[in-house]
C-alpha cells in the first residue's frame, strides 16, 4: 500500500528560472498556504528532481518538481458501506458520480447510513485509497444525478474555489406543474429559511441572493419540461424559485407539488461541466433523466 494518496508533477519553465519553490506552489501550482501545511505536518513531501527539500528550496528551469499528498483520516462518524455506485467519471482525483433519488449526500440523524458518503468510504476501502469523503456540491435526498467528489483535500479545495469563481456550471432537468408560457427566463429572488419551518426556504426580502435561468424544453398537458443552469446555489434553490412563480416541481409535496405520478421532486441533475482542476482541459459530464421522470414524460407534446 502506497504512503501517499496520489503524486502530482510539474516541470519549472523559463518563467520560474531562479524562483523560490514557496512561490512556484503558491502562484503557479495554486496550492494554498494551508494545503501546504497539511503537506509538510501530515506524511507528504515535496521533491525537486526526485530529492527532497523545502519551500525554500531555488528552481532553475527544467526541474521537475513532484508534490506526494499525505494519506487523509476517515471521519469517524462517517463508515464505509458496499453500495453499488454509478460512477460517470474518475481520476486520480475525482470522481463524478450519478447519484440516485432516495440517497442522502451525507449521513444525519433520520439517516444515519445509506448515504453517498457512506458508499464512496466503501469504494475507497476496497481499492485501498486511504482518504476521507469530501463532496464538492450536494444534491438533496430526492434530486437525482451528477455528483463531484474529490478524491483528496488539495482536489476539494481546487473544485470548490472554481465553484466559488463560477467556473463549476451545474445544469438541472425540471418537470414542474402547469404551462409554462415563457421560453426562456430569469429568475433573480432572495432565499431564506421559512420561519414557519425547521426545513423549508422561502423567497424573502433579507435572504440570500438567488438566481436561476431556465430554458423551456417542452410542454405537455399540465406540466413543462425545463432546463435549468444555476448562477447561484442556495439550498433547496429551484424548488424555491419555482413555487415562488406559480409552478411547483411534480412530486415536490413541501413546496406544493403533487405526488400523484411520482414520488420525489421531478429534478435530476443532467450535466456538469468545469476546469478540471489539475490539467489543461475543460470536463464535460451528462447522465439522461431517470426512468421515474421519463414516465411523466409518455403524454404527447402540446
Not at 445509506?114 to 464538492?136: I, M
Not at 435572504?207 to 430554458?215: D, S
Not at 400523484?260 to 433523466?289: G, S, Y
Request: net charge neutral; charged share 25%; aromatic share 6%.
Amino acid at each position: 500500500m502506497s504512503n501517499y494518496l496520489t503524486t502530482l508533477k510539474w516541470r519549472v519553465d523559463a518563467d520560474w528560472n531562479n524562483q523560490l519553490l514557496r512561490l512556484f506552489l503558491r502562484e503557479h501550482c495554486h496550492i494554498s498556504k494551508r494545503a501546504l501545511a497539511d503537506i509538510k505536518f501530515n506524511g507528504g513531501l515535496i521533491l525537486r528532481n526526485k530529492q527532497e527539500v523545502t519551500v525554500r528550496a531555488f528552481l532553475q528551469e527544467g526541474d521537475v518538481v513532484m508534490v506526494c499528498l499525505p494519506i487523509e483520516e476517515a471521519s469517524l462518524s462517517v463508515f464505509p458501506e458496499l453500495i453499488q455506485l454509478d460512477i460517470s467519471y474518475e481520476d486520480d482525483h475525482l470522481l463524478v458520480i450519478n447519484k440516485k433519488a432516495g440517497m442522502p449526500t451525507i449521513p444525519s440523524r433520520e439517516h444515519p447510513s445509506g448515504t453517498l458518503a457512506n458508499a464512496v468510504l466503501g469504494y475507497y476501502k476496497e481499492r485501498h485509497h486511504q482518504a476521507t469523503f469530501h463532496a464538492v456540491n450536494r444534491l438533496d435526498k430526492d434530486t437525482s444525478g451528477l455528483l463531484i467528489v474529490a478524491k483528496h483535500r488539495l482536489a476539494h479545495d481546487r473544485l470548490s474555489k472554481l465553484q466559488k469563481e463560477g467556473k463549476l456550471l451545474r445544469f438541472y432537468t425540471a418537470i414542474v406543474s402547469g404551462y409554462v408560457t415563457s421560453d426562456t427566463g430569469k429568475i433573480d429572488a432572495p432565499i431564506g429559511r421559512d420561519p414557519n419551518s425547521i426545513i423549508a426556504r422561502t423567497v424573502r426580502e433579507n435572504g440570500k441572493q438567488a438566481v436561476t435561468h431556465f430554458q423551456v424544453i417542452s410542454r405537455r398537458s399540465q406540466k413543462t419540461l425545463v432546463e435549468i443552469k444555476l448562477e447561484t446555489g442556495r439550498t433547496h434553490q429551484i424548488r424555491v424559485h419555482f413555487t415562488f412563480i406559480g409552478h411547483p416541481l411534480l412530486g415536490d409535496d413541501l413546496y406544493g407539488g403533487t405526488r400523484e405520478d411520482i414520488n420525489r421532486q421531478a429534478l435530476h441533475c443532467h450535466q456538469i461541466t468545469f476546469q478540471h482542476p489539475f490539467e489543461d482541459r475543460v470536463l464535460t459530464i451528462k447522465q439522461e433523466i431517470p426512468e421515474d421522470m421519463k414516465n411523466l414524460l409518455v403524454t404527447e407534446e402540446v
